[in-house]
């Protein structure tokens, strides 16, 4: 039983602490309600499940013998943050009754957990944690149990975000938040270098 534990302890460590997926999500939250930011949370988690698996079911070994894919990777998902980064230090602070601009979308979410250099991380630790082994089993119930972590993470996230619609509802003050969270972003690529 403290395997379980301690799977869940490491996908929440993760899950929780600060990235592009959990900023994006507070944005949405913030910017759309947490209702409309649930398609994007959905979607990251089933995204970043999908690449746990993987990992756990040997696309690592493939990654090894391919270092240029990935490096491609590694620079697709950097460029991948400076786009986001663009994008909210682009908004006008417009809420979305006032906004064109759509909430991220589900599938939004799940590319942005491949192109994520934290989810790969988290993904090729976690498994080579608790599931080096190879036993189907085993990463078939760590990817369950950071299924859950992860979407109840990521929710918080979008949740919180949601809370504070209330302090931003002046679009200088949602301007000047996004900005904020463009600047983390570019802090998050430029550490990747």
Known sequence: MNLYFSMVAFALASSLSPGPVNLVALSS?????????????SGATIGFTLLLLLIGLGLHALLSQLPYLDQAIHYAGMAFLLFIAYKLARSDGEFAQQSSAPPPSFLHGAIMQWLNPKAWLASLAGMGAYAASGSTLLVGQFALIYFVVCYGSLACWGYAGSLLQHQLRHSGRMRLFNRVLAALLVGSAVYLL
Do not use: N, P, T, V
């Not at 939250?29 to 949370?41: C, D, M, N, P």
């Open 29 to 41: 939250g913030a910017r759309y309600g947490f209702s409309a930011s649930l398609r994007h949370i």
